[in-house]
């Protein structure tokens, strides 16, 4: 796999990894949780930077990675919001 797919990916797991995170800490340590999940993410994977090269390529993707990773969070939060609402009513 291209380093350019493995960081959108990465930022696509990243991203959806928020809900769950939000789920098992609870509103008062999501951001704590979440945090060390990133965090941990990042460092665990930080050996594929050498493999990108400077091209027009790796700077869209670094362009891309905020705003992949902050939709596919914004997705699993309101996914796991409803479903933590629908639980509760259920």
Same mark, same amino acid.
């Given at each position: 796999?291209?380093?350019?797919?493995?960081?959108?990916?990465?930022?696509?797991?990243l991203?959806?990894?928020?809900?769950?995170?939000?789920?098992? &800490?609870? !509103?008062?340590?999501?951001?704590?949780?979440? $945090? *060390?999940? @990133?965090?941990?993410?990042?460092?665990?994977?930080?050996?594929?930077?050498?493999?990108?090269?400077?091209?027009?390529?790796?700077?869209?993707?670094?362009l &891309?990675? !905020?705003?992949?990773?902050?939709?596919?969070? $914004? *997705?699993? @939060?309101?996914?796991?919001?409803?479903?933590?609402?629908?639980?509760?009513r259920w």
């Open positions: 796999m291209k380093p350019e797919k493995r960081e959108i990916v990465l930022a696509s797991v991203g959806l990894l928020a809900g769950p995170c939000y789920i098992l &800490a609870g !509103p008062e340590r999501f951001l704590t949780w979440y $945090a *060390v999940v @990133l965090g941990g993410g990042i460092f665990s994977t930080a050996h594929w930077l050498r493999d990108l090269k400077p091209s027009r390529s790796a700077w869209f993707v670094w &891309a990675w !905020p705003v992949v990773m902050m939709a596919g969070a $914004a *997705v699993s @939060l309101l996914v796991c919001g409803i479903g933590q609402k629908f639980l509760e």
